[in-house]
């Protein structure tokens, strides 16, 4: 799909191994931070959030941690599956009670080894 | 729930041509965007509309670009004249108030040839 860039970062890890994705965002006045999972062929799809408020959100099998210091955000997704492949995305908003927009990173592809 | 529905999934046209690409939002969502998709820059906002009326275009690359909602269950992004370089995946995505997640569709992936 459209979402593999020749300077995308990829990740490979074996099946059962917790995966650690990363993310740099770039505005310190973001409030509102959501990641997402793409697999080819289809849309964006919302894994976890996190508010500005809070450093650390669990959700299943996965972890958000927040770094507001640092600007750093990242997922953390246990005992990984075949079926958590996908390109990753982080997306910051600075929503101040409006919707605002979405500015997302460049993406971080999962390749899962069985 | 039926989530974000656009069509067509696919469009190949020559150049010059008109696109519309259509998009129907979750119901009760009042946001509603469209973004672009493509190797070189990744996921770009276009433009993007609360209770249907515009808010930010400034994504829009050009004059050849039009978003309209008339409703709010329905809108449409259409390029006129089309060019090689619009190639990409169009994506529409919908939310209700801050501090909520966006909902996308599974894309438009549009081939101008």
């Known amino acids: 799909g459209e979402n593999v860039g020749l300077h995308l970062p990829t990740l490979s890890v074996q099946e059962g191994d917790n995966s650690i994705i990363n993310c740099a965002y770039s505005n310190s006045a973001s409030d509102y931070f959501i990641w997402y999972k793409q697999e080819s062929g289809k849309g964006p799809q919302f894994i976890i959030d996190i508010r500005s408020n809070m450093d650390k959100r669990q959700g299943q099998r996965v972890t958000v941690l927040l770094n507001k210091t640092v600007k750093h955000l990242s997922l953390q997704i246990a005992a990984t599956q075949p079926g958590d492949s996908a390109v990753y995305f982080c997306?910051?908003?600075?929503?101040?009670?409006?919707?605002?927009?979405?500015?997302f990173g460049k993406g971080t592809k999962l390749s899962v080894k069985p | 729930d039926a989530g974000v529905i656009q069509s067509p999934r696919h469009e190949v046209t020559e150049m010059g041509q008109e696109v519309t690409l259509r998009c129907k939002p979750i119901s009760g969502h009042d946001y509603l965007f469209w973004y672009r998709q493509t190797m070189m820059r990744g996921l770009e906002l276009l433009i993007y509309?609360?209770?249907?009326?515009?808010?930010?275009d400034s994504g829009m690359p050009e004059d050849r670009f039009s978003a309209k909602m008339p409703n709010a269950s329905f809108s449409t992004l259409k390029i006129q004249p089309s060019e090689p370089r619009d190639s990409a995946v169009y994506f529409c995505?919908?939310?209700?108030?801050?501090?909520?997640?966006?909902?996308f569709g599974d894309g438009t992936r549009l081939s101008i040839l």
């Open positions: 509309f609360n209770n249907n009326v515009p808010i930010d």
């Open positions: 997306a910051e908003n600075i929503s101040r009670g409006s919707q605002g927009n979405l500015i």
């Open positions: 995505a919908t939310g209700t108030r801050g501090n909520q997640p966006q909902h």
